[in-house]
């Protein structure tokens, strides 16, 4: 019984780390790095050395923050993700979705 309520307790954190949250507002954030997209084999990936990933396959978005602080991750006029320090989700590639745009990481103060 004990290993069924540790397990249920962990089930919560496990569950909020796998959903992006899209959320484009960032008061006072200040942009750290503006990256394109290369082909990745099958996928299109955008890396900013030391901040963030996000990578495209098939129609799924992975959103990875390398930092130790809260980012917002946007590809502009498609897609805006807040992402906690040093954790990932992923959350399905709205229609018509380019990577043309590059991405761009906004530091939360």
């Keep these: 019984m004990k290993a069924i309520t540790a397990i249920l307790a962990l089930l919560p954190a496990a569950l909020a780390a796998d959903t992006c949250v899209a959320e484009c507002g960032c008061a006072g954030c200040g942009q750290v790095a503006s990256v394109s997209f290369v082909q990745d084999g099958d996928e299109q990936v955008a890396t900013a050395a030391g901040w963030a990933t996000m990578s495209l396959s098939g129609k799924t978005i992975t959103v990875e923050n390398l930092s130790g602080s809260t980012l917002t991750v946007n590809v502009y006029g498609q897609v805006c993700y807040y992402i906690s ?8 590639a709205p229609d018509h979705f380019n990577t043309a745009l590059g991405m761009m990481v906004w530091q939360h103060p």
Excluded: D, I, K
């Design 85 to 92: 320090p040093h954790s990932s989700c992923t959350v399905g």
